[in-house]
């Protein structure tokens, strides 16, 4: 029976999590009250209390679910010693940008992210949140070009820690774009929007 309760409380707990996504989308994070979000859900404001201390934890649970696979890709680039770095590189990047071009819930929960979240005080721990995995983000990439660099790959002039911040951008400014005008900025091109970017880089055959 415990078991049984465990599992109920966890789907209750991606249900409650399913409608402030959609509510956070339709109608922008500060407008949407936990209120809305549990009708939505077919549940109680209570319900969302026990499970999410405030809306804060709520939005941050949110974001939790989409951050982990891309968390992962990054271990698994930065657990890359051996091969072609720049190759190994292009395709994380890749892979990240097809993952949002291929699911409904990385588009919403990215909308939400850039278009539809005034950033206000009570988001604070989760806009913390994310500015970590961006710093943890561009620092994976400059290893990544470090690599490169020691295997004679990159440019003389590539800064590593700086392309990867210039980089880390190129991606966000791909993902924003792509948001709000998909058929302007297809990111099922993905490959070929990184190998422009990565010839910038690379030492001449």
């Not at 790959?153 to 998909?182: F, N």
Request: with cysteine; glycine share 4%; aromatic share 6%.
């Amino acid at each position: 029976m415990a078991r049984k309760t465990k599992i109920e409380a966890e789907a209750t707990r991606e249900q409650i999590l399913d409608a402030a996504e959609q509510m956070f989308y339709q109608h922008g994070v500060s407008r949407t009250t936990l209120e809305k979000i549990a009708c939505a859900a077919g549940l109680t404001r209570g319900a969302i209390y026990w499970h999410f201390e405030n809306k804060s934890a709520l939005f941050g649970a949110m974001l939790e679910r989409i951050r982990l696979p891309f968390q992962q890709m990054l271990s698994e680039l930065d657990a890359q010693p051996q091969g072609d770095p720049l190759a190994q590189l292009k395709e994380h990047l890749v892979r990240s940008l097809l993952m949002i071009a291929n699911s409904e819930r990385y588009h919403r929960v990215l909308s939400i992210v850039f278009h539809r979240c005034e950033y206000m005080d009570e988001l604070n721990p989760a806009v913390s949140k994310q500015e970590e995995l961006d710093r943890a983000a561009t620092a994976v990439i400059s290893r990544a070009l470090q690599r490169a660099r020691a295997a004679g790959m990159l440019q003389d002039s590539v800064d590593p820690d700086l392309t990867a911040c210039a980089i880390h951008a190129y991606i966000g400014g791909l993902i924003r774009k792509h948001l709000l005008q998909p058929d302007f900025c297809d990111l099922s091109q993905a490959a070929a929007y990184i190998d422009v970017m990565l010839q910038g880089i690379k030492k001449p055959a």
